[in-house]
């Protein structure tokens, strides 16, 4: 059993900073990869930032200059710091990776349950 917990949206006035952390829990014999993805009402989900097992990142256009992705594998989380961020960037954040649980099995992806990020004044 694999948990992924998100923790760290809320109300962010506009030019304002959040930091979200995802901690991943249970069997875990290793994460390949770990992703920040959100959703607004209406639309598809989409990937904001991702970080390979190497350190690799990749991050999407729209928030590049803005958000960082890091990764402490020692804890098994992730974090995405937030900064001038803009009323567009409202949406529930999703934590994603790709953990393999058992040896000889192949890995699977894992969500987090979201959590809320509203930038408003």
């Known amino acids: 059993q694999v948990q992924l917990v998100e923790s760290g949206g809320g109300l962010v006035q506009p030019g304002g900073s959040l930091r979200l952390s995802c901690a991943a829990s249970?069997?875990?014999?290793?994460?390949?990869?770990m992703g920040w993805y959100r959703q607004v009402p209406g639309k598809q989900r989409e990937m904001v930032a991702n970080i390979i097992n190497g350190g690799s990142t990749n991050v999407a256009d729209s928030v590049k200059g803005r958000f960082t992705i890091s990764r402490d594998n020692a804890k098994n989380t992730m974090y995405l710091q937030m900064n001038s961020l803009k009323p567009e960037d409202t949406a529930v954040y999703y934590c994603?990776?790709?953990?393999?649980?058992?040896?000889?099995?192949?890995?699977?992806?894992?969500w987090g349950q979201g959590t809320q990020v509203t930038v408003s004044s």
């Open positions: 249970g069997s875990i014999v290793s994460i390949y990869a």
């Open positions: 994603n990776a790709r953990i393999k649980v058992r040896i000889g099995i192949a890995a699977s992806d894992y």
